[in-house]
């Protein structure tokens, strides 16, 4: 990107002198992190071209978000595959890297705003896969582990609730999964003022009538 385009998503509000002599300071403290000592103006990480800087992508690096998305399509393509046992492992590496959300140090910032909303939204759908495998495969205690995880990035995902009742139902929890009905109703009452969908209550008139699935 060039030099002003960085300078505009990162510093918007302050004067173009003041912004520049930041942009200056910050791409100096990149590289005193960053590089190796003994490359002082042969840049292997954060290199530019005239005005136009970029990261060395092909340089010996690691990028989370980009092994998250790899492992997560592989997870997708064994699981098409038929492959549980290969889809678990992938999904598990994947979830190993979601650690929070994308530039979470800085959360207003408009210029990542969208890749924040696309990685958490892969995460989530992600953990919900995860969840269903587990479940498949009778392993309900993993599968409950998987959606709690997934609700303390989003708590207000009726569908989450609806598969973790089902899961700590399926599991001889059936208490746990009334509770958890009343805490998804709770949520969404006080943060969006709606009652959970018919099919969730459908779900918890089940589970009342029902020892196990």
């Not at 590089?35 to 992508?57: A, C, K, V």
């Not at 993993?142 to 089902?166: F, G, I, K, Q």
Request: proline share 5%.
């Amino acid at each position: 990107m060039s030099k002003d385009s960085l300078i505009d998503y990162l510093w918007p509000e302050n004067p173009l002198v003041v912004r520049t002599n930041q942009f200056y300071v910050l791409v100096h403290e990149l590289r005193r992190l960053l590089e190796p000592p003994d490359t002082w103006g042969n840049w292997l990480f954060i290199r530019n071209e005239g005005d136009r800087y970029y990261f060395n992508r092909h340089a010996s690096c690691r990028i989370d978000d980009r092994e998250f998305e790899a492992l997560t399509h592989l997870g997708q393509k064994a699981e098409a595959q038929g492959d549980t046992e290969a889809a678990i492992a992938a999904y598990e590496g994947a979830a190993d890297l979601y650690r929070g959300d994308f530039m979470e140090d800085n959360p207003f910032a408009e210029w990542c705003r969208w890749e924040r909303e696309r990685l958490r939204e892969a995460y989530l759908e992600m953990r919900q896969r995860l969840a269903a495998l587990y479940g498949y495969s009778g392993a309900w205690e993993r599968s409950v582990n998987s959606l709690r995880a997934a609700l303390r990035v989003d708590p207000l995902r009726e569908e989450v609730h609806r598969a973790l009742m089902y899961a700590l139902w399926a599991s001889g929890r059936r208490a746990q999964a009334v509770s958890q009905y009343q805490i998804c109703q709770e949520l969404l009452l006080r943060e969006l003022d709606v009652v959970p969908l018919p099919e969730t209550g459908h779900l918890l008139e089940l589970i009342r009538a029902r020892p196990m699935p």
